[in-house]
């Protein structure tokens, strides 16, 4: 079972930054969480990902809270090729990544 | 990032034959593989880990003789689907665990979209 709950879908608009919530309470100190979208028909994207630092790159932000149990993603500027399904997802033993339901995004105009 | 190819993206087979799907990780070497399926409207599901030189474990409920996966290489995991069922069609996408620093990354490949007639 995924380790992660998140709200089901998100609305933005356009140009606005997107922040999408992931709950993690269960996570164990040496777990990483990982964010990855997923494009309609297309593979999985990498995003970003962290352990208890927040990071940033040329993508988005992640903040993880100091005891984290939850954590953020950040997409500073929305546009309309950022609508995707978002997954984070905590990462398990042999380094299987087991997907929730993610968060479905419309970044509206 | 890194570069996994899937091939072929799309396949239309009769019932009863049998369907070769490649995972290829083109610019770095992979000693683990990963296979999923999705249904419509639906998460990725986790099948099996593919494990270079050694079987692949499967996850609990995939029929390993049903799902015949082969890691020859470092850079090559086969994902067969034999005497395929229209209940088989699926979204199937594999990914590549790359090794960047002391972090590892899995990288997804496009997706394989069976349908099995």
């Known amino acids: 079972d995924a380790k992660t709950t998140q709200p089901t879908s998100m609305d933005c608009a356009e140009g606005r930054a997107a922040n999408l919530p992931c709950n993690h309470s269960?996570?164990?100190?040496?777990?990483?969480v990982y964010w990855y979208r997923q494009i309609h028909s297309q593979g999985p994207q990498y995003i970003i990902h962290?352990?208890?630092n927040n990071e940033t790159n040329e993508m988005a932000s992640l903040i993880i809270t100091e005891d984290r149990k939850s954590s953020t993603l950040i997409l500073p500027h929305a546009t309309l090729r950022d609508t995707a399904v978002y997954y984070c997802?905590?990462?398990?033993?042999?380094?299987?990544?087991?997907f929730g339901q993610g968060t479905t995004l419309q970044v509206k105009p | 990032g890194a570069v996994v190819s899937q091939h072929p993206s799309r396949v239309i087979c009769k019932s009863g034959t049998s369907v070769k799907i490649e995972c290829r990780s083109l610019?770095?070497?992979?000693?683990?593989m990963f296979w999923y399926r999705q249904f419509p409207k639906k998460s990725l599901m986790l099948m099996a880990t593919?494990?270079?030189?050694?079987?692949?474990?499967?996850e609990q409920g995939v029929e390993k003789d049903k799902f015949l996966i082969n890691h020859a290489s470092l850079t090559l995991s086969t994902l067969t689907v034999t005497s395929a069922h229209p209940e088989d069609s699926s979204f199937y996408i594999c990914?590549?665990?790359?090794?960047?620093?002391?972090?590892?990354?899995?990288?997804f490949g496009a997706g394989t979209r069976l349908s099995v007639l």
């Open positions: 990914s590549a665990t790359a090794v960047q620093g002391q972090q590892n990354i899995q990288y």
């Open positions: 269960t996570i164990s100190g040496n777990e990483y």
């Open positions: 962290g352990l208890k």
């Open positions: 997802i905590v990462r398990v033993d042999q380094g299987k990544l087991i």
């Open positions: 610019d770095f070497q992979a000693t683990t």
């Open positions: 593919s494990n270079e030189g050694s079987k692949a474990t499967y």
